[in-house]
């Protein structure tokens, strides 16, 4: 994997990330008492998302580690 793409995809997913955040933000601050719900709906699926890219990085640098450490060793 070339060095840009090691710094740019973290960068980008991070940005999409805080941009959701801050629409949801934006939005929840302009609804009602009624719409307060959706603050927490999108609070929520941004925490589901974090959990599944936090997920899939570790489980990815994990299998790269091993994959590497078999070709050391073997």
């Known amino acids: ?3 840009i793409k090691r710094r740019v995809v973290p960068l980008a997913i991070f940005n999409v990330i805080v941009y959701q955040m801050i629409n949801v ?6 609804a009602e008492k009624k719409g307060k719900n959706y603050l927490y ?3 929520f ?3 589901i998302e974090l959990i599944g890219i936090a997920t899939f990085y570790f489980t990815a640098k994990r ?3 091993q994959s ?3 070709m050391r060793d073997g």
């Open 41 to 43: 709906a999108g609070i």
């Open 68 to 70: 590497h450490k078999k």
């Open 63 to 65: 299998y790269r580690y």
């Open 1 to 3: 994997m070339g060095v």
């Open 45 to 47: 699926i941004v925490i």
């Open 25 to 30: 933000g934006f939005f929840a601050s302009k």
